[in-house]
């Protein structure tokens, strides 16, 4: 079995596959990028909570959010650093979600936990799934909680920073209150087939065509 196959048939166990991050740089710069959009100067992510408190952690989470978001760059730059896995596991002619996500999990806030859910069952597709990298080390209460596909329990998946996570969101997931002394920061977004089924959030509306193959951009010519 070659090492796709083995990516392949591992994602379809249990409904996510880990990996290191090649571009170790790359991914050093994003992090740095997200640091530097921080209202209030931080060096460290994961000690967050020393500086901004749980009353305030919502708006600037959304603050971060809305800067990240306003680098167009950053989207593709996320994808990069999934490509391989995400061009195994979902193809290589994707649609990409528009808007990035940041998570921010500081310890004993209860404020910002996300209870456990399936997307798929508030409307999205099955089709899609998460490219989920943190930006600190993630691991036991500060970290995405899961239940694989060949398992009847939920997990806490340990993910240090320099790996990233692909799982499909038609598995239980979600956060609990972190009781760890660091704070997690991680970055999500969805990615699935350009051609797979649709759920509630659209093509234009909520994904966006990131590449196309020659004979498709021949196809879609010869039909408009
Ligand atoms: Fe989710």
């Not at 090649?22 to 967050?48: A, K």
Request: aromatic share 8%.
């Amino acid at each position: 079995m070659n090492n796709e196959n083995k990516i392949e048939e591992e994602f379809i166990e249990k409904g996510f596959f880990q990996f290191v991050i090649e571009d170790r740089v790359s991914l050093d710069q994003l992090r740095q990028e997200v640091l530097s959009f921080s209202s209030d100067p931080i060096d460290n992510l994961s000690t967050i909570h020393q500086k901004i408190s749980t009353s305030d952690i919502n708006n600037y989470r959304m603050d971060m959010i809305r800067k990240i978001n306003a680098k167009e760059d950053l989207r593709e730059k996320y994808y990069q650093l999934g490509k391989t896995h995400l061009d195994i596991i979902v193809g290589n002619e994707l649609a990409i979600q528009k808007n990035i996500n940041l998570s921010i999990q500081m310890p004993g806030d209860e404020t910002s936990t996300m209870a456990l859910h399936r997307d798929c069952e508030a409307g999205n597709s099955p089709f899609e799934v998460v490219l989920w990298i943190p930006l600190t080390d993630s691991f036991a209460s500060n970290s995405i909680q899961m239940q694989a596909r060949n398992e009847g329990q939920l997990k806490a998946l340990t993910v240090p920073y320099g790996n990233g996570l692909v799982f499909s969101h038609s598995l239980l997931h979600g956060n609990l209150v972190n009781k760890e002394s660091k704070t997690r920061v991680s970055i999500n977004l969805r990615f699935k087939s350009l051609w797979a089924p649709y759920g509630n959030k659209g093509l234009g509306e909520s994904f966006l065509p990131l590449n196309m193959k020659a004979a498709t951009r021949i196809g879609i010519e010869y039909e408009s």
